[in-house]
Structure formats: C-alpha cells, structure tokens
C-alpha cells in the first residue's frame, strides 16, 4: 500500500508572502499553501490557472516509504514543514541565486490519505515563463532535498524505508503559468494591455534580433534562435518584421502555410503553428490582401514609411498569438520606420545583436547597441556570423578577418575594444562558423535547430549556448534585474540593479528596479515616486524642472542646470537623429539659462522595460531617464554595498 506527496512550486516573485490554508473538495487530502503570495493567488484565480501536464519530469519507481507506516496527520503536517525549511536552505535557483521559499515559488505539500496505487513523490514547479535554461537543475536539486528529507523523517519514526535516499520515488516536473506582459501594479498591467490589444494579451516579453547592415545572417540567427529556446521548454512566437524582404517562407516552409482567420476580433488571424513554434510573416499572408509584396511570390514591398508602418503594426497586433513566454522580433536592418513602429508599440525586454567579424559591420553594430540602449533596451547577446571555418586539411580560416578572438588571455583585437566601450561582454559572444550546413538547411525550408544533423554538432552546442545566454537574460528581466558584470571584472552594475536610501526611509534600501513614476495628478507640475522594500514601501514627489535638471542615465545634477531646452524637438527613438552619442544618451540642445524657461506639463510618461521612463514634455522634448536617475532626482542616496543577486 503506498502514497505520495506532492509538492507544488509557483515561480512568482517579489512581492511579500503570506500563509494561507485551504481543504481539497475531494475529500482525500488536506492541502496547505504555505508562502503564496496573496497577489499571486489573486492573479492565478482570474487567470484560470490549472495544472497541466508537465513538460520534463524525472521519475523514479522504488517500492514506497509508506508501506505500513501508519503515519498520522501530526506527522504529515511535521514532515511539510521539514521539506519547506530544507528547500528554503538548500533549493538555490542557480540564476536568481536565492532559495525556491524565498522566491515565492513553493505552493505547499498535498498528503493523499488512498493508498491503493504505487505512487512516487510528487514535485511541480510552476513557473510565469518557460524561458529557465537551469531549470533541469533545479528539478534536481529538489528532488535530492525532498528524497533526503523524507528518507531521514522515516528514520527517525521507525518507519520501513531503504538503505538510502534514493529508495524514496520523486517526479519533478516544470509546469507553465499563463503567461502576461511585464508589469509592477495593476493600473500599469491594464495599460499595457489596452495598449497592445487581444492578440498580444498572454505575450510574457519581446525579444528584437537586429542588426545596421544587411546579409550578416541575422534571419538565420532570428530563426534558429526561435527553435532552440523553443526546445528547450519556452513557448515561443516568431515575427518575420522584414516586410520590405520576408525571409521567413524561405527558411520555413510548414506543411500548411495557410493563415486562417481568428475569432478573436475582426481581421484578426491565427499564426502558423509549426514544429512548437508559431510564425508569421508578409510572406504567409495571402497574395489577396492588396498589401503589395504579400505571399510567397509576392512582387517588391513598393510602400512609403506610414503604410510600412501600419503594416508592421497589423502583423503584430492583427495576429492572435496566444500564450507565449516570447515573441521574437525580426527586424529589417537599419534604422527606419518599421524599427521606430516596433520601438513605439512595444515594450521590448532586450534584444539581440548580429554582426560578422569585419570592421565595417562592427562600426554598425556599435551603433545598433547604442541606438537600442538609448530607447531602454538593453542588447543581451551578440552573434558574431562567419567567423571562421575549417577546411578538410583541419586548419581554420578566417576569411573576414579575426574579428572578436577570445581566449584565457582575454581579447586580441581592436573590434573588442569598441564593442566593450558600449557595454558588451565581449567574452559571451557568441561565434559562429561558415557552415554548408546552415546554409544547406536554410535552403530546404528546415532549420538546422529542426534538422539537427549529427555532424552539426558545432552549430548546434553554438545555438544553444545563445539561447540559454537570452533565456538566462529574460528570466532575470522577469524578476526585474539584470545580470552585470561585477566591479571585479571590469563594468559597473546596472543603474537598474542599484539599491537607494531615503532620508524619510527609516533606513530601508529600497531597490531601484521597483520604482513606479506617474504624473501626479494633485499638482499637475510633478510626478509621483514609488519604490518598494522588502519591509515596505517609500513614495515621494520629484518636480518637473528638478527632473529636467539631472543627467538621464546617471541622474547627477547636470553642470548647465539651469539651462533649459530651445522650441519642440524631435522625438527621441529608433531613426531619430537625437538617438545618437554615447549609451544610454539622449542629446538635449540647450540655450542661455537667462532666456524664458520652458512649459514642461502637461507631460507624458512611458515605461521603458526595466530601463527607465520616457518623459515627453509640453515643449517637444522627449527624454528617457534610467530608474536610478529618477531614484537620486527624488532624493535617493545610492547604498555602496556591492549589489548582488543574493540581495534581491
């Protein structure tokens, strides 16, 4: 006679926990939820969360510890509580680096009373998005606790139980959450939906693959891309954004190509579900929708800036994309309409960048990186394409150059040196080789992530390195921090990762990522300032000429302070001349603070992921600030411990 426990995990995050008790309505079992956040509970209510079956398990079968152990409710209640303490204490996710407890993923332990059938220990993490490159890892670490835990319990009450921990049967499964756009509070949540419409309701976050030059392979990448994080457990969309060239029919071409019409809202249409993951393009779409260069053998895309840009907008927020950890965006090279229509519409967690070994494509990827990062998006990984290859003689061959050369003794090259200068790590590009492979499944409509030839096994350990490389990025962006460098290695944290101090504050360190700004509605000349604590929250006021007075990106009070902007000026964003300079800069063009100072409100305020917040003032300014200098602008004082995951 045997029984089983499960243990549920929810990975939710930042909010405070609280314990909650509730009686399964089969009448079998008693169910305690121990450490759910309230909110979260809410959430998977009016979500219609369910379980559902799980995507990886690991499944042991050893004869059960139950047999005639006759254990009591006392005891069930002992043994929950022994497995809580050892997964807060020993269940660290390698990425957060913070226990499961803390993290708010454990939803508590289920006690069956039936006996009848052999069953192993049960343990289901829930996650809000599938994109975890660890998450193998932490089945296993979870599995071992709750094996050792119950093994050790079953010791101590005499109960019937194996020469070791490995006797106890345990299935750890990952098992995802209805997904939802990256938001801190309700209102924000509800914006966000409003503003990107029913087709992208349940997309978790935005991925942009991009390059400045044209046939470096960033199609390839895009797709290949799409493929592995879908291997690797994500549920992934890919939007082919290149309507002036859709490569997309040609690297893929599904058994059914057709795009059917959903019943979502009008003109709205399903994607292309193919091998797990959903596609769409101008190339699918059918030749009769008088969109020129539409389906397979459409002619030229012959349209001028507005109509490409609505077209963009219609294939993004036309499209009924369902639940989706990631929509991954491929953009067309350069820096016009379509990127600047994708930049307005959504908010994007990070974004890709893919160049070839040479200078000249280096020189534009600079710029790409700067661009990107001067809207708020931080770029997560670089591809370098073409690298090398190697001929049947064994060498290898270099035919654009050494490009980006890593090795122990760092980098050799001057392309390095201008690809660190704005802020990439060099030492996590990834490189990849001319490969007939590649080439070859690109031409046969199968991606080589799809095809996955035994003599691949190059590009493909390439491919997946880049995708548990973004994976790792977004999950922490889920979390709202960033992986940086530490001081040690060279860079600077993240001004997203900072931690602050109020006067007000009753010394609390408040972190910079929580910040919430609106305009505030009481005076209409300032904006209101949320940050939130373990312990609780802080809220404050910043005006509107203190704000204009602060550097954007470190939030330092500027020299010309009292200077202030000429007449309107163009926006700052994707194609803009004023999205130019260092990263992370916006260019003010200022006059003499003797002249007439400008009318800043009424003004208007943007998220811009976890960067910052974009203020477009009265006068035509538009500027984006990062959190930590609107944290400082409101009378923060930036705390000099070193930051670190472990903190957050």
């Known amino acids: 006679?045997?029984?089983?426990?499960?243990v549920c995990l929810g990975l939710y995050s930042q909010e405070k926990r609280a314990d909650t008790k509730m009686i399964s309505r089969c009448g079998l079992s008693a169910l305690r939820i121990s450490h759910l956040s309230a909110t979260s509970l809410r959430s998977a209510v009016a979500h219609g969360d369910s379980f559902r079956p799980a995507r990886s398990s690991l499944l042991l079968r050893p004869r059960s510890v139950?047999?005639?152990a006759g254990a009591s409710p006392r005891d069930l209640a002992d043994l929950e509580d022994k497995v809580l303490g050892a997964l807060k204490a020993n269940a660290i996710d390698p990425v957060l680096n913070k226990d499961v407890v803390s993290l708010g993923w454990v939803r508590g332990?289920?006690?069956?009373?039936?006996?009848?059938?052999?069953q192993p220990v049960r343990v289901s993490v829930r996650l809000p998005t599938m994109l975890h490159p660890s998450i193998g890892d932490v089945q296993d670490q979870i599995q071992g606790i709750v094996q050792q835990e119950i093994h050790s319990f079953a010791k101590e009450k005499g109960w019937e139980v194996g020469a070791n921990s490995d006797s106890i049967g345990v299935d750890v499964s990952a098992v995802p959450s209805k997904p939802v756009p990256l938001a801190q509070t309700a209102a924000e949540h509800a914006e966000i939906i409003k503003k990107l419409g029913p087709g992208l309701a349940n997309v978790g976050q935005f991925l942009a693959v991009y390059s400045c030059k044209g046939g470096v392979g960033k199609s390839t990448v895009a797709t290949n891309l799409a493929y592995e994080l879908s291997r690797l457990g994500a549920r992934v969309g890919l939007l082919d954004v290149d309507i002036y060239g859709p490569s997309l029919p040609v690297l893929v071409k599904p058994d059914d190509p057709a795009v059917r019409r959903s019943a979502k809202g009008s003109g709205?249409?399903?994607p292309i579900d193919h091998r797990g993951v959903k596609l769409m393009s101008l190339g699918y779409v059918s030749p009769n929708s008088g969109v020129p260069g539409s389906g397979p053998a459409g002619g030229p895309a012959v349209m001028r800036g507005p109509m490409a840009g609505r077209v963009v907008a219609q294939l993004l927020k036309g499209t009924d994309w369902g639940e989706l950890d990631v929509l991954v965006l491929d953009l067309p090279p350069g820096t016009g309409d379509v990127q600047l229509e994708v930049c307005q519409s959504l908010q994007l967690s990070g974004a890709v960048?893919?160049?070839t070994p040479s200078k000249l494509a280096v020189a534009d990827a600079v710029k790409g990186v700067e661009m990107f990062a001067a809207l708020g998006v931080p770029t997560l990984a670089t591809v370098q394409n073409m690298s090398f290859f190697d001929c049947e003689g064994g060498s290898r061959h270099y035919p654009f150059g050494k490009g980006i050369i890593v090795n122990e003794?760092?980098?050799?090259?001057?392309?390095a040196s201008a690809l660190e200068a704005v802020g990439i790590d060099v030492s996590s590009i990834v490189q990849l080789p001319i490969s007939p492979l590649t080439n070859g499944a690109n031409d046969s409509g199968e991606p080589l992530?799809?095809?996955r030839p035994g003599d691949g096994a190059?590009?493909?350990q390439a491919f997946e390195g880049l995708a548990k490389v973004v994976s790792q990025e977004m999950l922490l962006v889920q979390h709202g921090v960033s992986r940086r460098r530490s001081p040690e290695n060279g860079a600077n944290c993240g001004s997203s990762d900072a931690v602050v101090t109020f006067d007000s504050g009753a010394g609390q360190k408040f972190d910079v990522a929580s910040l919430h700004m609106s305009v505030d509605s009481s005076d209409g000349e300032s904006f209101a300032v949320r940050l939130f604590s373990d312990a609780g929250a802080w809220q404050g006021k910043v005006g509107g000429m203190i704000l204009r007075s602060v550097d954007p990106k470190t939030g330092e009070r500027m020299a010309d302070a009292d200077a202030v902007d000429e007449g309107p000026k163009p926006k700052a964003g994707c194609g803009s001349s004023s999205a130019k300079g260092g990263i992370n800069s916006v260019v003010i063009h200022r006059h003499k603070s003797d002249e007439k100072k400008p009318r800043l409100f009424p003004a208007k305020v943007e998220k811009k992921g976890i960067y910052g917040y974009s203020v477009e003032w009265a006068d035509g300014a538009t500027i984006i600030y990062s959190m930590l200098s609107i944290a400082k602008a409101a009378g923060g004082h930036v705390n000099e411990d070193k930051w670190s995951v472990d903190e957050k």
Not at 409 to 415: E, L, M, P, R, Y
């Open 353 to 355: 960048c893919v160049t």
């Open 1 to 6: 006679r045997r029984t089983s426990i499960v």
């Open 66 to 68: 139950w047999s005639s």
């Open 268 to 270: 709205m249409v399903h």
């Open 449 to 451: 992530c799809l095809e």
């Open 109 to 118: 332990v289920v006690f069956p009373h039936s006996t009848e059938q052999e």
């Open 409 to 415: 003794g760092g980098t050799d090259n001057s392309n």
């Open 458 to 460: 190059a590009e493909l």
